[in-house]
């Protein structure tokens, strides 16, 4: 009987989980009967989108290490190390258990001592690290992986491994490349003029949301263009108090989460959002040009190395937290919006680096391994 079982790992945020899903979904797609595990941890998004999909998920206990040498950092990094110590043992009762034959670590200090262990134990393990500063994880147990993958070539030059890695790009929803441009701004009564999209992730960016309102005051009621804004769960009630004192035009869509994204984003002539990795693949993918916000409270500051790669591309402009107000993203959009040329020449560089093959190319690494055990 065909025997398949494949181990993923990883979580914490979005960023590590859904790449790991959609891979998942490639190989059942292809092997049916292929047996799909999951470790990550109880408290984190891993615990509800993983089960949703009907995976087999289990959870060991362990924390990410404190940066700070503070006394509370110490005293968060001594419990650290305990956990790590507990998660380990449990690791390998649940290796044994599951028997797995490739071991997938996709990001997250969940996936380093399922990782770890099973590099100790034999199992075959590959990583895919999804933006252009490899994380702490990727750093630590690439050089004993078997197969290191990579969405962003960039990171190759942050990593000490013994073997090339394969650039593999990041799984992308497939429904974004499925809309049409003609479509979907008939979905959405637009005309012929430019559509700006922004947002600032599901939970709301307070400081994007608050450059965006200045944006809109600037450009409400003049008709030049329609605007899509997502203001995130966190910051919808504020945005509409920030704008009660004028009348939206009917050009302006203001909503708290964007649930049609590949509609919006195949209609939209600008992008202005994060610059997380799975976002910025969607945007290569789509040919959108982009004004990029990187988040500066993540690890490494890796969103910034992500959005320069965009930027060295010419696919995009960058504006860090620091530098952004209504005035400095007035003035960015302002330079693109109405520059048919300028935003042309953005796309076709955006389409250039675009990898919509990633399912594809991750899961061709994974059963390599698969057919090496």
């Not at 690290?129 to 690439?142: D, I, R, W, Y």
């Not at 910034?304 to 993203?329: C, P, R, V, Y």
């Amino acid at each position: 009987m065909f025997s398949l079982k494949i181990l993923f790992a990883g979580g914490g945020t979005a960023g590590h989980i859904n790449p790991a899903l959609a891979v998942a979904g490639y190989i059942k797609e292809n092997h049916p009967d292929a047996e799909i595990y999951y470790i990550g941890t109880a408290g984190r998004l891993e615990a509800k989108l993983v089960p949703e999909k009907g995976y087999d998920f289990h959870t060991i206990d362990v924390v990410g290490f404190s940066r700070s040498l503070s006394p509370k950092g110490v005293i968060k990094n001594i419990n650290a190390v305990k956990k790590a110590v507990t998660a380990s043992n449990r690791c390998k009762k649940l290796l044994k258990e599951i028997n797995p034959d490739v071991v997938v670590g996709t990001g997250g200090y969940v996936s380093g001592p399922v990782l770890k262990t099973a590099q100790k134990m034999g199992f075959k393990t590959a990583i895919h690290e999804q933006n252009a500063f490899p994380g702490v994880t990727t750093k630590m147990l690439a050089g004993g992986a078997d197969t290191v993958m990579l969405a962003m070539k960039e990171a190759e030059r942050h990593l000490n491994l013994k073997k090339k890695p394969v650039i593999t790009g990041n799984p992308i929803r497939l429904e974004l490349l499925k809309v049409k441009r003609e479509e979907a701004r008939k979905k959405l009564g637009l005309d012929s003029r430019p559509l700006i999209l922004s947002f600032g992730g599901s939970l709301g960016a307070e400081k994007v949301n608050e450059a965006v309102t200045e944006l809109i005051k600037w450009h409400n009621g003049s008709g030049k263009f329609y605007h899509i804004h997502a203001t995130g769960k966190s910051g919808f009630e504020d945005m509409k108090k920030a704008l009660s004192d004028i009348k939206l035009a009917k050009e302006i869509d203001l909503r708290e989460y964007i649930n049609d994204m590949d509609i919006c984003m195949a209609a939209a002539d600008l992008v202005i959002c994060r610059a997380g990795a799975i976002t910025l693949g969607e945007l290569e993918a789509c040919g959108k040009p982009s004004i990029l916000i990187p988040s500066p409270y993540v690890a490494e500051n890796h969103q910034f190395h992500n959005a320069m790669t965009l930027k060295k591309a010419g696919a995009a402009e960058i504006l860090e937290e620091k530098d952004l107000s209504g005035e400095s993203l007035i003035s960015k959009v302002e330079m693109l919006i109405e520059n048919n040329l300028k935003l042309e020449k953005m796309s076709a560089n955006a389409k250039k680096i675009a990898i919509i093959d990633a399912n594809e190319r991750i899961y061709n690494e994974i059963m390599k391994l698969y057919t090496c055990v």
